[in-house]
């Protein structure tokens, strides 16, 4: 298997060889975590610390189970309570925390590139969970895991991504390991939510649903990011959920046989219909929701291998 990272940062750094790796090991969990297969001595001995400034349910809960699966001993640190409050720098909480010498650390943080700046400062591994508007990784690796268990493979397929672009770190991370695996991208939303030179990454930009949604073989939806929001950017939910949120007359111009996601938290009646997003034969969130679990014991298994070699490299050098 070829995965050479030291952290999971970004869809950016990676290999298309890389994310297949990752994706082809996340495969096997899913199918283990089915059965009932326990993997309990990958991560027995190391240390995860879950490191969350921003409120999350999925994410953390997900990391959380993923490490438990795999043996590791996991902290989740209260930031609410931590000394970040009291004035603390996130450079020095870095160097705090890399004393107790974990072996993993999984950050979100409402700045782009904080937890970039954190990898710099420790000797462990470290994963995004998520950094601003920048990227989400783990997502990106679910939501192509997920489409890769539904259509057979994830290279040629047509997919569009709808809703809020502009504060999405889930689609930019879409948007890249997308493109990486040969697939046609669509964005749909209102220009209001469009960022500025989008076009420059290879995507189809439309402001029209049914334009959009054309032959698609997969539908992507994004939760309106209200809480990154300080102006007008939609007049109203209602006119929103008109426009462009999916309900059965939009999902129509789609293939007969594409599936809809929505990385969550759902906002029904604005972003989806509750219907569409509850249908067996459409939907596939809550299998997003399952390959999360898989996809980050894969990406922790195998920084989890690289960590131990550099750390057996540095040890025979000293």
């Known amino acids: ?48 610390i879950n490191m969350f400034f921003e409120n ?21 640190m209260g930031m609410q309570a931590s000394s970040i409050k009291k004035g603390e720098t996130l450079i020095d909480t870095a160097l705090t925390l890399n004393a107790m010498r974990p072996d993993l650390l999984v950050v979100r943080h409402p700045q782009s590139g904080a937890v ?11 994963l995004n969970a998520g950094d601003g508007k920048h ?26 991504i709808c809703g809020d672009i502009s504060h999405s ?45 054309k032959d698609v073989d997969v539908v992507m939806m994004l939760r309106l990011q209200k809480e990154r929001m300080d102006g007008g950017f939609i007049p109203s939910e ?12 939009k999902l129509s111009h789609a ?23 509850d249908d067996i034969n459409r939907s596939v969130i809550q299998e997003q929701v399952e390959m999360g679990v898989a996809v980050r014991m894969a990406a922790m298994d195998l920084l989890a291998v690289n960590l131990r070699k550099k750390r057996g490299q540095e040890a025979i050098m000293a």
């Open 135 to 160: 990227e989400h990784p783990t997502q990106a690796l679910l939501d192509a895991l997920t489409i890769r268990r539904a259509k057979g493979r994830l290279h040629r397929l047509s997919i569009a």
């Open 238 to 249: 209602r006119e929103y959920f008109h426009r462009y949120g999916l309900d059965a007359d």
């Open 169 to 213: 770190r889930v689609a930019r991370s879409n948007i890249m390991l997308l493109g990486k695996m040969e697939n046609r991208v669509r964005l749909i939303g209102p220009p209001t939510l469009m960022p500025s030179g989008i076009s420059e990454f290879g995507v189809e930009v439309f402001e029209d649903m049914a334009a959009g949604l």
């Open 56 to 76: 999350s349910t999925r994410t953390q809960a997900s990391f959380e189970i993923a490490g438990k699966r795999l043996g590791a001993d996991v902290m989740n």
């Open 1 to 48: 298997m070829t995965f050479r990272a030291n952290h999971l940062l970004g869809i950016e750094p990676l290999h298309p060889t890389e994310i297949t790796t990752l994706l082809d090991l996340a495969d096997s969990y899913a199918d283990h975590n089915r059965k009932g297969i326990a993997h309990r001595d990958v991560l027995v001995g190391m240390t995860q």
């Open 116 to 126: 970039d700046l954190l990898a710099q400062k420790v000797n462990c591994a470290v």
């Open 255 to 277: 293939k007969p046989d594409a599936i809809v996601m929505h990385p969550g938290p759902m906002n029904r009646g604005v972003e989806i219909d509750g219907n569409i997003a």
